[in-house]
């Protein structure tokens, strides 16, 4: 009678419960290794050892081990059941093969960390016809030449890194069709010839890295049908031809690990759609730029990880990667920014690896476009803990939380970021540019392009632009000097500067001067300015107007009584000024190198003056405190800079200290 629909999977269940725990523990239960009672030879040991095939069969293996025994020639006698001889680490050069073809059984011979310098010493008698794996690791071969390894012909495994070769015959390789596994990583090969492969249809693993080539063939690997894993990692690559993974169609696994490429190599990793895990590690990129990895829709895991000059990631660099399920990118120190919309359509991703950047805040948005995530690590970041953390109360494991800590704003340094609450956030934050995300000097020969790229996350978004030294539109080909870029939402504004020296062959890119203006009569704008600034810049000032600056110390949330004193030195202290007159009528608002850095220099040198008073009171509250600017304009009619400062002279007195006042435009 035939079992009822229920039954059977119900037998079914049982099996797979049997297969997937009892067999383990058996496995696991297995001893090391086990007596050989057989006659070995003198200090060699011979025990049954487990063994797995390339297949990752196991097997218990009668095993010969001579390592470490500075032999100089071939043991013996040697058992004829002997499946593995070991013999790592002697001083063999040359080798009795005729010995070993009396061993029916040999499937696996370790002869690394020894003398041969030639490999018709190894394979130039009689064949082994049972041999699965060579270890000739860490030998002095230097050339393989036509045909080496013929009389090998069920080889799967060969090991010859580590070696010094430069040089490989096209035909070295002929005769090892069963080859599954080819390791001639760490030698001194400067390029990669198509033939060496004409004759593995069926290998799996290849290992070229650590060889100084510095570019891949055209349709290198074309031969390659069946390769899964390629690692091509400290190699001295700059880039890669759009072909040059032409006809990998099965690879699953791809590393670049430790090269010189400058960009994601986006045209030719198209040409493996089957890829699941990419290493792009330690590699000379700066940015991970839009539409870098989109649609390699088998894509599970992704390593960006220290890369000394990555500064920011960009808009949907990351899209449509629907099975990326692990992300790494860590160890950057100049990794300061990612796009808000970087991530793109990365539904099943449950790990993001964060740590040890330079990031300030990650996104609320990232966050709201990975629906999957299960864990985030953040420590060893400079976080802001402030309206762009908002996410940090949702349900998502943080790696190393004790870790992961704030270092903005002062009131929240040094706290968890786990531990603080939302309402300990403010709704809406000042831009901030990355301090590591521009040089602060750059040196452009003639002929040479110069790029400069300003980030910087705020909410809300802010607006970014360039205020460059002549105040023109357009960069000519003798511009040299301070190139400031500025950030500005509705709380305020933050800025970076870049000097660009002795350059005359800048690129013409199209940087704005940008002008407020409003149809109110006086209006007034204000920021909040965080404790511990030494300089703040007002831009966008328009000529024959009448401006006058406040700035108002305020409480922190912490203190509950301030004294009289206290309070009277925190009343607000204001400078007036007015500034000149256009020098000459202009179809837009230009302002002149010189009035800028008048004006500019004297609003600075007056705010810092004011700071520096409030600050060195010695009656002050010495909690932490927020300050607000307000810039408020009066009137249309002024020619001349006027400074007025409120407050006696012997407050005024105090501030004989040097002063850093830095320029921006």
Not at 251 to 277: C, H, I, M, W
Not at 429 to 451: A, D, F, H, Q
Not at 586 to 595: A, D, F, G, K, N
Request: with cysteine.
């Amino acid at each position: 009678r035939k079992d009822s629909p229920l039954k059977l999977k119900c037998k079914q269940y049982l099996l797979c419960v049997f297969v997937c725990v009892c067999v383990p523990l058996v496995v696991g239960s297995l001893p090391h290794s086990l007596p050989w009672h057989v006659s070995c030879p003198v200090r060699c040991v011979c025990q049954i050892k487990p063994w797995f095939s390339s297949d990752s069969v196991y097997h218990e293996a009668p095993t010969v081990d001579c390592n470490d025994l500075l032999l100089t020639k071939l043991p013996s006698p040697i058992p004829l059941n002997t499946h593995t001889l070991r013999l790592q680490s002697n001083l063999l050069s040359d080798l009795d093969t005729t010995a070993l073809h009396r061993l029916p059984n040999l499937t696996d011979l370790d002869l690394s960390q020894n003398r041969f310098s030639r490999v018709r010493a190894i394979t130039q008698s009689s064949p082994l016809p049972s041999l699965l794996s060579l270890h000739l690791e860490e030998n002095h071969l230097s050339h393989l030449p036509e045909a080496s390894f013929s009389s090998l012909l069920a080889l799967q495994e060969l090991f010859l890194s580590h070696n010094n070769l430069h040089s490989i015959a096209p035909g070295a390789f002929t005769g090892l069709d069963s080859l599954l596994r080819l390791h001639i990583n760490n030698n001194r090969l400067t390029t990669v010839d198509p033939r060496w492969f004409s004759t593995l249809p069926r290998l799996e693993v290849l290992m070229l890295g650590g060889n100084p080539v510095e570019a891949l063939p055209e349709r290198g690997f074309l031969a390659l049908k069946s390769l899964r894993s390629l690692v091509l990692g400290g190699m001295g690559l700059r880039g890669l031809a759009e072909n040059a993974l032409e006809g990998l169609q099965d690879l699953e696994s791809l590393s670049f690990y430790d090269n010189q490429l400058t960009k994601v190599p986006t045209q030719a990793l198209r040409r493996v759609p089957g890829l699941k895990f990419l290493d792009l590690n330690k590699n000379r990129i700066k940015l991970i730029q839009t539409g870098d990895f989109r649609d390699m829709v088998h894509l599970k895991e992704l390593g960006l990880n220290n890369m000394d000059e990555l500064v920011s990631i960009e808009r949907a660099a990351l899209e449509n990667l629907p099975e990326l399920t692990k992300l790494e990118i860590t160890n950057n120190p100049r990794l300061s920014y990612i796009h808000p919309q970087a991530f793109l359509q990365l539904s099943r991703l449950e790990s993001l690896m964060l740590n040890s950047n330079s990031l300030s805040a990650l996104h609320q948005h990232i966050m709201l476009s990975l629906p999957n995530l299960q864990e985030v690590s953040l420590h060893s970041n400079p976080l802001r803990c402030d309206c762009l953390f908002h996410w940090s109360v949702r349900v998502v494991r943080f790696i190393q939380p004790q870790a992961t800590l704030c270092s903005e704003p002062p009131e929240l340094r040094a706290r968890r970021v786990r531990e603080v609450s939302s309402r300990e956030m403010s709704a809406s934050c000042l831009p901030m540019i990355p301090t590591n995300s521009l040089p602060s000097y750059v040196g452009v020969r003639e002929g040479s392009k110069l790029v400069l790229h300003c980030r910087a996350l705020a909410d809300p978004q802010p607006e970014l632009y360039w205020v460059i030294p002549s105040g023109q539109n357009k960069v000519t080909s003798s511009e040299a000097g301070l190139y400031t870029c500025i950030a500005e939402n509705a709380l305020g504004a933050d800025t970076r500067s870049v000097t660009v020296g002795t350059g005359r062959n800048l690129p013409s890119t199209r940087l704005s001067w940008q002008a407020i203006y409003s149809s109110a009569h006086t209006p007034t704008y204000t920021t909040r300015i965080l404790a511990g600034t030494q300089s703040f810049n007002l831009t966008h000032l328009q000529a024959e107007t009448f401006y006058r600056v406040c700035l108002h110390l305020g409480i922190s949330e912490g203190t509950k009584h301030i004294s009289r004193r206290s309070r009277e030195s925190r009343k607000p202290r204001c400078v007036s000024f007015q500034t000149k007159e256009a020098p000459e009528p202009q179809s837009s608002l230009q302002l002149s190198p010189e009035l800028t850095s008048t004006v500019f220099a004297y609003m600075l040198f007056a705010v810092i003056m004011l700071v520096l008073t409030v600050y060195c009171d010695p009656e002050k509250d010495p909690g932490k405190h927020h300050t607000t600017l307000l810039q408020e304009v009066k009137s249309n009619k002024a020619l001349t800079i006027n400074e007025k400062t409120e407050g006696s002279n012997e407050s005024q007195s105090k501030q004989k200290d040097k002063l850093l006042l830095y320029q921006n435009c």
